[in-house]
T-cell receptor, first 115, second 111 residues
Framework: EPEVTQTPSHQVTQMGQEVILRCVPISNHLYFYWYRQILGQKVEFLVS????????KSEIFDDQFSVERPDGSNFTLKIRSTKLEDSAMYFC?????????????FGDGTRLSIL | GQQVMQIPQYQHVQEGEDFTTYCNSS?????IQWYKQRPGGHPVFLIQ???SGEVKKQKRLTFQFGEAKKNSSLHITATQTTDVGTYFCEIGLDSNYQLIWGAGTKLIIKP
Protein backbone atom coordinates (compact mmCIF):
# COMPACT_ATOMS: atom_id res chain seq x y z
CA GLU A 1 0.00 0.00 0.00
CA PRO A 2 1.39 3.44 -0.91
CA GLU A 3 2.43 5.58 2.01
CA VAL A 4 3.55 9.08 2.90
CA THR A 5 7.23 9.26 3.74
CA GLN A 6 8.92 11.91 5.84
CA THR A 7 12.57 12.73 6.36
CA PRO A 8 14.42 13.03 8.61
CA SER A 9 12.79 11.05 11.39
CA HIS A 10 14.54 13.21 13.97
CA GLN A 11 16.07 16.67 13.52
CA VAL A 12 18.07 18.42 16.21
CA THR A 13 18.76 22.10 15.61
CA GLN A 14 20.14 25.05 17.50
CA MET A 15 17.68 27.82 18.35
CA GLY A 16 17.65 30.51 15.69
CA GLN A 17 18.57 28.18 12.85
CA GLU A 18 16.39 27.31 9.89
CA VAL A 19 15.09 23.79 9.29
CA ILE A 20 13.48 22.13 6.31
CA LEU A 21 11.26 19.13 6.88
CA ARG A 22 10.61 16.94 3.88
CA CYS A 23 7.67 14.85 2.81
CA VAL A 24 6.84 12.69 -0.17
CA PRO A 25 3.04 12.45 -0.42
CA ILE A 26 1.26 9.53 -2.05
CA SER A 27 1.76 9.97 -5.77
CA ASN A 28 -1.83 10.41 -6.99
CA HIS A 29 -2.92 12.59 -4.07
CA LEU A 30 -3.71 16.23 -4.74
CA TYR A 31 -3.97 17.76 -1.26
CA PHE A 32 -1.08 18.01 1.16
CA TYR A 33 -1.03 19.01 4.81
CA TRP A 34 1.33 19.80 7.63
CA TYR A 35 0.39 19.25 11.27
CA ARG A 36 2.23 19.81 14.51
CA GLN A 37 1.90 17.81 17.71
CA ILE A 38 3.68 18.94 20.84
CA LEU A 39 4.50 15.93 23.02
CA GLY A 40 1.39 14.57 24.68
CA GLN A 41 -0.88 17.22 23.21
CA LYS A 42 -3.38 17.41 20.40
CA VAL A 43 -2.75 17.40 16.67
CA GLU A 44 -2.65 21.01 15.42
CA PHE A 45 -3.38 21.87 11.80
CA LEU A 46 -0.77 24.14 10.22
CA VAL A 47 -1.47 24.36 6.51
CA SER A 48 -3.07 22.68 3.53
CA UNK A 49 -1.75 22.93 -0.01
CA UNK A 50 -3.42 22.32 -3.34
CA UNK A 51 -2.57 23.14 -6.93
CA UNK A 52 0.77 24.66 -5.93
CA UNK A 53 -0.64 27.10 -3.45
CA UNK A 54 -1.77 27.28 0.15
CA UNK A 55 -5.51 26.58 0.41
CA UNK A 56 -5.93 27.00 4.18
CA LYS A 57 -3.65 27.92 7.05
CA SER A 58 -4.05 28.24 10.78
CA GLU A 59 -3.04 31.11 13.03
CA ILE A 60 0.03 29.08 14.01
CA PHE A 61 1.30 29.25 10.43
CA ASP A 62 2.80 32.73 10.55
CA ASP A 63 5.69 34.32 8.66
CA GLN A 64 8.11 31.97 10.37
CA PHE A 65 6.73 29.10 8.28
CA SER A 66 6.61 28.42 4.58
CA VAL A 67 5.75 25.46 2.37
CA GLU A 68 6.90 24.51 -1.04
CA ARG A 69 6.48 21.80 -3.62
CA PRO A 70 9.87 22.12 -5.30
CA ASP A 71 9.30 19.27 -7.74
CA GLY A 72 6.67 16.70 -8.65
CA SER A 73 7.17 14.56 -5.59
CA ASN A 74 8.43 16.51 -2.57
CA PHE A 75 6.50 18.78 -0.22
CA THR A 76 8.55 20.75 2.29
CA LEU A 77 7.96 22.78 5.43
CA LYS A 78 10.55 25.44 6.22
CA ILE A 79 10.77 26.92 9.70
CA ARG A 80 12.94 30.01 10.01
CA SER A 81 14.56 31.35 13.18
CA THR A 82 13.53 28.34 15.22
CA LYS A 83 12.47 28.79 18.83
CA LEU A 84 12.44 26.37 21.73
CA GLU A 85 8.66 26.13 21.52
CA ASP A 86 8.90 24.84 17.93
CA SER A 87 10.04 21.51 19.38
CA ALA A 88 7.34 19.04 18.39
CA MET A 89 6.46 16.19 16.09
CA TYR A 90 5.61 17.44 12.62
CA PHE A 91 3.32 15.25 10.52
CA CYS A 92 2.78 15.47 6.81
CA UNK A 93 -0.41 14.07 5.31
CA UNK A 94 -1.96 13.78 1.87
CA UNK A 95 -5.40 13.03 0.47
CA UNK A 96 -7.07 12.56 -2.89
CA UNK A 97 -9.38 15.53 -2.36
CA UNK A 98 -9.90 18.21 0.24
CA UNK A 99 -12.50 19.26 2.78
CA UNK A 100 -12.46 15.92 4.55
CA UNK A 101 -14.06 14.21 1.58
CA UNK A 102 -11.25 11.71 1.40
CA UNK A 103 -9.20 10.31 4.29
CA UNK A 104 -5.81 11.80 5.00
CA UNK A 105 -2.84 9.47 5.05
CA PHE A 106 -0.15 10.46 7.50
CA GLY A 107 3.59 9.96 7.46
CA ASP A 108 5.47 8.73 10.51
CA GLY A 109 6.47 12.29 11.38
CA THR A 110 9.67 14.22 12.00
CA ARG A 111 10.57 14.85 15.61
CA LEU A 112 12.07 18.35 15.78
CA SER A 113 14.16 19.18 18.82
CA ILE A 114 15.33 22.76 19.27
CA LEU A 115 18.24 23.22 21.66
CA GLY B 1 -12.36 30.30 17.97
CA GLN B 2 -12.77 26.69 18.92
CA GLN B 3 -15.38 25.01 16.74
CA VAL B 4 -15.20 21.46 18.05
CA MET B 5 -15.21 20.21 21.62
CA GLN B 6 -14.08 16.63 22.24
CA ILE B 7 -14.71 14.97 25.59
CA PRO B 8 -13.52 13.43 27.77
CA GLN B 9 -9.81 14.23 27.63
CA TYR B 10 -8.95 10.86 29.22
CA GLN B 11 -10.86 7.70 29.96
CA HIS B 12 -9.53 4.93 32.17
CA VAL B 13 -11.32 1.60 31.74
CA GLN B 14 -10.79 -1.97 32.77
CA GLU B 15 -10.18 -4.30 29.87
CA GLY B 16 -13.57 -5.52 28.72
CA GLU B 17 -15.41 -2.33 29.65
CA ASP B 18 -16.87 0.01 27.08
CA PHE B 19 -15.40 3.37 25.97
CA THR B 20 -17.05 6.39 24.38
CA THR B 21 -15.72 9.69 23.10
CA TYR B 22 -17.83 12.59 21.90
CA CYS B 23 -17.29 15.49 19.55
CA ASN B 24 -19.62 18.47 19.63
CA SER B 25 -19.79 21.54 17.43
CA SER B 26 -21.90 24.67 17.50
CA UNK B 27 -21.81 24.66 13.70
CA UNK B 28 -23.50 22.28 11.28
CA UNK B 29 -20.82 20.04 9.86
CA UNK B 30 -20.24 18.88 6.34
CA UNK B 31 -18.54 15.71 7.50
CA ILE B 32 -16.61 14.24 10.39
CA GLN B 33 -13.66 11.90 10.37
CA TRP B 34 -12.31 9.78 13.21
CA TYR B 35 -8.65 8.91 13.62
CA LYS B 36 -6.72 6.74 16.07
CA GLN B 37 -3.18 7.46 17.19
CA ARG B 38 -1.30 4.76 19.02
CA PRO B 39 1.39 5.87 21.50
CA GLY B 40 4.43 6.96 19.50
CA GLY B 41 2.59 6.59 16.20
CA HIS B 42 0.85 8.75 13.66
CA PRO B 43 -2.90 9.31 13.25
CA VAL B 44 -4.61 6.58 11.26
CA PHE B 45 -7.94 7.13 9.55
CA LEU B 46 -10.81 5.06 10.94
CA ILE B 47 -14.06 6.29 9.34
CA GLN B 48 -15.86 9.17 7.70
CA UNK B 49 -19.45 10.18 8.47
CA UNK B 50 -21.38 12.39 6.07
CA UNK B 51 -25.11 11.79 6.42
CA SER B 52 -27.40 13.06 9.16
CA GLY B 53 -28.10 10.29 11.70
CA GLU B 54 -25.56 7.97 10.11
CA VAL B 55 -24.33 4.97 12.09
CA LYS B 56 -21.37 2.90 10.97
CA LYS B 57 -19.81 -0.10 12.62
CA GLN B 58 -16.34 -1.59 12.43
CA LYS B 59 -16.28 -4.76 14.53
CA ARG B 60 -16.43 -3.46 18.12
CA LEU B 61 -16.41 0.21 17.09
CA THR B 62 -19.65 2.11 16.48
CA PHE B 63 -19.62 5.60 14.99
CA GLN B 64 -22.64 7.91 15.05
CA PHE B 65 -23.37 11.24 13.43
CA GLY B 66 -26.12 13.31 15.04
CA GLU B 67 -29.36 14.15 13.29
CA ALA B 68 -28.44 17.84 13.27
CA LYS B 69 -24.90 17.05 12.06
CA LYS B 70 -23.42 18.93 15.01
CA ASN B 71 -22.16 16.04 17.10
CA SER B 72 -20.67 12.60 16.77
CA SER B 73 -19.59 9.74 18.96
CA LEU B 74 -17.25 6.79 18.81
CA HIS B 75 -18.13 3.84 21.04
CA ILE B 76 -15.93 0.82 21.62
CA THR B 77 -17.56 -2.28 23.08
CA ALA B 78 -15.52 -4.57 25.35
CA THR B 79 -12.20 -2.78 25.07
CA GLN B 80 -9.00 -4.72 24.44
CA THR B 81 -5.39 -3.71 25.04
CA THR B 82 -4.99 -3.13 21.31
CA ASP B 83 -7.53 -0.29 21.57
CA VAL B 84 -5.12 1.81 23.64
CA GLY B 85 -4.34 5.17 22.06
CA THR B 86 -5.81 8.60 21.48
CA TYR B 87 -8.93 8.99 19.37
CA PHE B 88 -9.39 12.23 17.47
CA CYS B 89 -12.30 13.65 15.56
CA GLU B 90 -11.73 15.97 12.65
CA ILE B 91 -14.53 18.11 11.32
CA GLY B 92 -15.12 19.49 7.86
CA LEU B 93 -17.22 22.59 7.35
CA ASP B 94 -19.43 23.52 4.41
CA SER B 95 -18.09 27.07 4.39
CA ASN B 96 -14.49 26.27 3.51
CA TYR B 97 -12.00 23.47 3.20
CA GLN B 98 -10.56 24.00 6.64
CA LEU B 99 -10.30 20.85 8.73
CA ILE B 100 -10.43 21.21 12.48
CA TRP B 101 -9.27 18.58 14.93
CA GLY B 102 -10.67 17.83 18.34
CA ALA B 103 -8.32 17.71 21.31
CA GLY B 104 -8.49 13.91 21.42
CA THR B 105 -9.60 11.37 23.99
CA LYS B 106 -6.91 9.15 25.41
CA LEU B 107 -8.04 5.60 26.15
CA ILE B 108 -6.10 4.03 28.99
CA ILE B 109 -6.63 0.41 29.96
CA LYS B 110 -6.20 -0.14 33.70
CA PRO B 111 -3.99 -3.13 34.59
Amino acid sequence: EPEVTQTPSHQVTQMGQEVILRCVPISNHLYFYWYRQILGQKVEFLVSFYNNEISEKSEIFDDQFSVERPDGSNFTLKIRSTKLEDSAMYFCASSLSGGGNQPQHFGDGTRLSIL
Amino acid sequence: GQQVMQIPQYQHVQEGEDFTTYCNSSTTLSNIQWYKQRPGGHPVFLIQLVKSGEVKKQKRLTFQFGEAKKNSSLHITATQTTDVGTYFCEIGLDSNYQLIWGAGTKLIIKP
